[in-house]
């Protein structure tokens, strides 16, 4: 038999964050998060999102047995302003026992129907900042940090409980030999004189912050079209800037301004943590936090983790200028792998950007909705 708990204290949810690292004690490819920080996210004294958004954590027994887990996430944003009446769910592990996920699923299936949502779609997380997705291909391959991994049979779970595919993504990388500079080197010149801009080069982390702010909101003007976006607020932007800029290293960041100073590009490439990390198992002390801060100055693998461009300027070349600055940082760094993270199929702007590098997609993934 099969009983869902609700988490209420400090030690439940610290078993919440936990049950993955049984669930995948035999991964080659698993990638465990640091489990003080995974604890601060779901903290609502520390995350801000919790100021729009509200969840609630369950894990599953048999017996006394933990065997799956499941975040019920409702993002108010989102149901409110977007009137997107959408129960969203994450942080969704199980072992393969259908028995299992089923009693999960309807756990928040029902929280939905209580707030009169329309549909569940999952795995997401609270905003486009989090994980998203569950894996469909590509499980002989490290997960980045900023990517859930799952085993192949959790795609049949949802199938099996009435869930159809909602958003499709793909992942993909591309050798950094493959970039060359004649695609992109003349162009960026012409549109650095044409449009006025100018390219910030940064050498340490305070030089960001003034700008940090700025790179936010235009985030959500670049962003806001998209079909699974919800903006970015004001007191959300300082929780994102103390957990995530102090992991990248100032130089994998770049902005692209007019002769007026506005931002109207950004790029926030970060260092490939994944081996770190495994080795860290979780902490940061007393060796995790050697080996990330290893990673951090010697990887030779990047992430591409974010990039922008105003409105008013796609279609004009900017990221050519953005691709010019990384060229020359990445020659000086030595990195020879680039890669992407989770982006829409449909997002068709993004991928006309790369198709010069020749990427080749490693990993797929999708969210499941449910009409509730």
């Known amino acids: 038999m099969i009983t869902v708990k609700e988490v209420t204290t400090k030690k439940g949810l610290t078993t919440f964050v936990k049950f993955p690292f049984s669930l995948y004690k035999d991964s080659k490819y698993w990638v465990p998060p640091i489990i003080k920080q995974e604890l601060e996210t779901f903290n609502k004294d520390k995350n801000p999102i919790f100021k729009d958004a509200e969840a609630r954590f369950f894990l599953a027994y048999k017996g006394k047995e933990v065997v799956g887990r499941i975040a019920a996430i409702v993002n108010w944003l989102e149901v409110d302003k977007q009137q997107i009446k959408k129960m969203r769910f994450g942080w969704f592990d199980f072992i ?170 950004f790029a926030i490439v970060m260092p490939k943590f994944a081996e770190a990390l495994q080795k ?32 008013d300027y796609q279609n004009k070349g900017v990221h050519a200028v953005i691709f010019n600055e990384y060229y020359e940082t990445f020659t000086q760094k030595g990195i020879e792998t680039c890669y992407r993270t989770p982006e829409l199929e449909d997002n068709e702007a993004i991928h006309k950007i790369w198709k010069h590098f020749d990427p080749v997609v490693y990993k797929r993934r999708k969210t499941f909705r449910k009409d509730l």
């Open 96 to 265: 393969d026992d259908f028995e299992v996920s089923k009693a999960l699923l309807k756990t928040i299936e029902n929280i939905g129907r209580n707030h009169k949502l329309e549909y569940a779609e999952g795995p997401v997380g609270f905003s486009n900042l989090d994980k998203v997705g569950v894996m469909t291909e590509g499980f002989d391959s490290i997960a980045p940090m900023i990517t859930w991994y799952n085993h192949p049979y959790y795609v049949n779970h949802y199938k099996n409980h009435g869930y159809s595919i909602e958003k499709e993504y793909s992942e993909s990388k591309f050798p950094f030999k493959n970039v060359k500079p004649e695609t992109f080197k003349k162009a960026q010149e012409l549109i650095k004189r044409r449009y006025k801009l100018r390219a910030l080069k940064f050498t340490k982390t305070e030089e960001v912050m003034p700008y940090a702010d700025k790179m936010f909101d235009l985030f959500n003007e670049s962003y806001a079209s998209l079909s699974s976006f919800v903006e970015i607020t004001d007191i959300q932007k300082e929780y994102f800037k103390k957990k995530f800029i102090s992991f990248v290293n100032p130089e994998y960041i770049k902005f692209v301004v007019d002769e007026n100073d506005k931002l109207i590009g």
């Open 280 to 311: 860290a198992k979780g902490k940061l002390f007393p060796f995790g936090f050697r080996h990330i801060l290893k990673a951090k100055k010697n990887s030779k693998d990047v992430i591409f983790y974010l990039i922008g461009i105003h409105p």
